[in-house]
Every structure is written in structure tokens, then in C-alpha cells.
């Protein structure tokens, strides 16, 4: 790293990032917000080999201009209401920068002390955001950790109740180990379970429905553990998610938290969407119940300013992670300070190295205070209920769920109750608009029909963008005059 290269280039590359973001708000027609590439398209346009000798920064930056942006999604596009958003902020983008600039690989406090007690004080700040049970933060046998990802967060927590409990009723116990959550858990659930030696058949996804809005029944959840002990099972690990990615369904963690005290089951939040939601005073009321959960992650990636990837996870009993993570090879023994004098990372995530993601997060919060993330979270919900409003308005659509937050879930409605042709017209509607380039929205099933999906959460999406949005989408949906009755 020459310094006098990195200053003269790294202007360069600032230059072309600023320009991407103006572009994609004053030429949309130029960045269609899904890639309309086809699949290998690189590959022909890419040499079969690195090069043996150096080429400049302008030959590599006109390719990624001609190459690379025809193939880029444009997650950052204010027509961009696909999945869940990937916020950005300038904040977030300086952080990663001073990140890669520093390059750190704080996995002991040892290897980098700021790296280590930076995490600990920002997690305890986002913690007392969303008002956390004082169980949560460092300052006793809590703490929080960034992990890089949701399904990370979800693995180790796993991973930290399995071994709990095996230490309770010894490790041949595994194949008597059962998990709960709903058929609208996030798959990397199932993936962590079995990555945990969790057997399958052990992995009770109660059903749920409109009824609940698609939240967990309590009285299911009941049930089955009252039928998992009945026949010999071991009940450890409930997982609970507060904004599904479904349909942004909540299961109520009230009722869900006093069953999971009552028979000493972990019970876990995954709040990766919508927990950021939860420093807003207005929407805490969706993680109500928290104090008898034992461990929340949320993804501040999404909806939290962050830029990729920063997983805040928060845990009640730090042991239990350590225990089941921790490694002490010879070559980290190096001034080990001792147990509790500090912490060291790597015995809380999965992977040895690890990002120095605080800087980020640290930088979100200082730079735009706690008082504008709310703004601009309140800002993307008013925004999709412009959208759902406009939904509702039209009698050829209808809304399909109840929206708690940023996410409208809705359909062209079924004529003469044939869902099969309503699904199938959904279907046509989602390829069709995706195609003009002008949106990118996404699609779920939810109890067999055929939903769209229209997630607000980019952050350069102004009114005019949603209203636009619809437009499209109104108008692309008048080619479906169903039986003369549009
Ligand atoms: N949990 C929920 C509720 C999600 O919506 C997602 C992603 O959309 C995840 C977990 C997975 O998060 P990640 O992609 O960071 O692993």
C-alpha cells in the first residue's frame, strides 16, 4: 500500500462510486434495476487468464463501466423493492472504507484492542436503542457480538443451546433433540440445525395462517412440546422470528417467552429485518416480551444504514457461546489476558479472522444520531403504506396481509375465486414488470396463492419513486382483462 497511490486512486474510485449513486437517480433508464443479462455472459467478454503484466485503473474501471454494471442488480436503485433492502448510508460506506483501509483482524483483543472494545460499547449503544433487557449488555454475563451474517447469528446460537442442553442430558442424547419454529422461518434455520446434528425429523415447523397473520400460534407451540415430551423428546431451541422474510409476519414472543421459561427451552429472536425497526418507540412493541428470550440477532445490513454485512447478535449467557466455540491453539496463547479480563471474538463466531465492523456501525450512529435512523425508518413506513393505499384503492388488486412495517404483501385479486388463473396472472405480472427494467419487485406463496412482494427500503426511494412504481405496475396489470371484468 503506497500512500501517495492509494490517495491519487482512492479519489478516483470515490469519483466513480458518487457517480454511480447520481446516475442511478438521473439516468434510471440507463441502470435497469434487475440485470436483464443472461446467464455466462461474462465469460465472453472476460480473457481466459489474469494478466501477466499491470494495467491501469482507467482500462479496469471502463470495464467494470462496460462489463460489470450490465450484470449488477441494482440494490441501491430507488426503484429497487425486491427481497429486503441492503441499506447503504455515506456513513456506512466510510466505515467500510476506514475498515479496509486499517485492515485489522481483531478475533483476540490482543490482535487489536479498539477492534474488540469498540464492538462491546456500540452493541451495548444499539442494545439500549432498542431498549434490551440490561441481561444483553456487557456490563454482566451478556454482551452482543457482530456476526457477519443472519444465518451466522442463527448457527451459533445452535450451536450454544445444544451444547447447553447435551451438557444437561449427555451427548448421546442428540437424536432426542426437537427445535421449533414456523413454516415461515427463514431457511437458514433448518441449515443451522442440521449443520448442529439436529436430526430432521426433529425440526417441528408449525403450520400458521391468515388468521395469525402468520405469526406462530402459542397454542401450537404448546402442543407440540407437550407431544415432543410425551414421547421421549427433548425439547431445547425455539426460534421466533419478528418480521418474517416471507411477509414480515411477528410471532408474539410474550406468550412464546413464557412457555420457553417455563420448560428452560432457548428461545431465540430473529429480528433481521425488522428489529431496526424496534429503536423506533412506535414499533418496539413487536420485540415486547424480549426479557425471556435468550438471545436476538438483528441484521443492520438491511434496514439499518450499515452496508454490508453486519449481523448484530446479542446473547444472554456469553458462556454458552464461548463454550461451545471456543479454541485455544498454542499459537494464540501469546499474553492471553485471563477469562474475563476481556474478550476475545473468535470464541463467538464461527470463522478465526474477522472485519472490524464496529467502525461502521460506531460511524452510523455518530454521524446521523439515533433521532434521523428513526426518521428514516418512519420514512420507508410511510412510504409502503403510500404504496398499499394505492393497492387498496384499486378494486383489481387487493392487499394480502396485515403490514406492520416496510412491506407490502398484495395480488391481483382472483376472479370468480379461481386462484389458479390468479396465480397464474400474478406470476405473468411479476415477469412483466420486472422486465422493463424501471422496478425490481419480488414474490412469496403464502397458504398456496401466488403473493407479490414490494419492500421499501432503498435508501435514495423518495415518494415520486413509489408512486411511479405503482404506475407501472397499474398499468402492466390492464393486460389482464380477466372474463371482461377489468
Ligand atoms: N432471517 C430473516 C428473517 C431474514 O429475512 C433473513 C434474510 O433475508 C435472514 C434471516 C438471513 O440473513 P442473512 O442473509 O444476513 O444471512
New binding site residues.
Given amino acids: 500500500m503506497e500512500s501517495e497511490v492509494l490517495r491519487e486512486q482512492g479519489h478516483i474510485m470515490v469519483d466513480f462510486i458518487a457517480d454511480y449513486y447520481k446516475n442511478l437517480e438521473d439516468s434510471p433508464q440507463d441502470f435497469p434495476v434487475l440485470s436483464q443479462v443472461q446467464p455466462g455472459y461474462l465469460r465472453d467478454m472476460l480473457p481466459d487468464s489474469a494478466p501477466d503484466h499491470p494495467e491501469t485503473l482507467k482500462e479496469l474501471l471502463d470495464d467494470v463501466s462496460k462489463k460489470i454494471i450490465p450484470g449488477i442488480t441494482h440494490w441501491q436503485s430507488p426503484g429497487y423493492f425486491a427481497?429486503?433492502a441492503s441499506s447503504t448510508s455515506v456513513a456506512g460506506f466510510l466505515g467500510e472504507m476506514l475498515n479496509a483501509g486499517l485492515s485489522v483482524v481483531g478475533f483476540t483483543w490482543l490482535t487489536s484492542p479498539a477492534a474488540t472494545e469498540l464492538e462491546v460499547i456500540v452493541l451495548d449503544w444499539l442494545a439500549k436503542l432498542l431498549q434490551l433487557p440490561n441481561d444483553f449488555l456487557s456490563t454482566g454475563n451478556g454482551g452482543g457480538v457482530i456476526q457477519g451474517?443472519?444465518?451466522?447469528a442463527?448457527l451459533v446460537v445452535v450451536l450454544a443451546a445444544r451444547d447447553k442442553i447435551l451438557k444437561k442430558v449427555g451427548k448421546t442424547s442428540l437424536p432426542r433433540l426437537v427445535v421449533y419454529a414456523t413454516d415461515q422461518t427463514?431457511s437458514?434455520f433448518r441449515k443451522a440445525c442440521l449443520i448442529a446434528g439436529v436430526h430432521e425429523e426433529n425440526i417441528r415447523l408449525l403450520k400458521t395462517d391468515a388468521s395469525t397473520n402468520y405469526g406462530m400460534p402459542p397454542e401450537s407451540l404448546e402442543e407440540a412440546i407437550s407431544s415432543d415430551l410425551a414421547h421421549g423428546f427433548i425439547p431445547f431451541f425455539i426460534l421466533a422470528?419478528v418480521?418474517?422474510?416471507s411477509s414480515a409476519a411477528v410471532d408474539p414472543l410474550v406468550p412464546l417467552g413464557k412457555t420457553a421459561k417455563s420448560y428452560g427451552i432457548w428461545m431465540h429472536v430473529?429480528a433481521?429485518?425488522a428489529g431496526s425497526a424496534c429503536i423506533c418507540p412506535e414499533f418496539r412493541k413487536f420485540i415486547d416480551g424480549i426479557e425471556n428470550a435468550d438471545s436476538m440477532n438483528i441484521?443492520a445490513?438491511?434496514w439499518l444504514f450499515a452496508n454490508q454485512?453486519c449481523?448484530p447478535l446479542w446473547v444472554k449467557d456469553k458462556y454458552s457461546l464461548i463454550d461451545a466455540l471456543k479454541t485455544n491453539p498454542e499459537y494464540l496463547e501469546y499474553k492471553v489476558p485471563k477469562r474475563d479480563e476481556v474478550v476475545n471474538f473468535k470464541d463467538w463466531q464461527i470463522s478465526l479472522s474477522r472485519r472490524f465492523r464496529s467502525l461502521k456501525l460506531w460511524m452510523v450512529l455518530r454521524l446521523y444520531g439515533s433521532e434521523n435512523l428513526r426518521d428514516f425508518i418512519r420514512d420507508h413506513v410511510n412510504l409502503a403504506k403510500k404504496f398499499e393505499d394505492y393497492v387498496a384503492q384499486d378494486q383489481r388488486f387487493e392487499v394480502v396481509t396485515t403490514r406492520y412495517f416496510s412491506l407490502v404483501c398484495f395480488r391481483l385479486a382472483p376472479v370468480g375465486g379461481d386462484e389458479d388463473t390468479c396465480n397464474e396472472h400474478n406470476r405473468e405480472l411479476l415477469a412483466t414488470v420486472n422486465s422493463t427494467g424501471k422496478i425490481f419487485i419480488s414474490h412469496t406463496a403464502l397458504s398456496g396463492k401466488f403473493i407479490l412482494r414490494f419492500a421499501v427500503g432503498a435508501p435514495l426511494t423518495e415518494e415520486r419513486h413509489v408512486t411511479e412504481a405503482w404506475q407501472t405496475i397499474k398499468k402492466l396489470a390492464s393486460k389482464f382483462n380477466r372474463n371482461g371484468n377489468y
Avoid: F, I, L, Q
Fill in positions: 427481497y429486503y451474517t443472519g444465518c451466522e442463527v427463514h437458514s422470528t418480521g418474517t422474510t430473529d433481521a429485518y441484521n445490513h438491511k454485512t449481523s
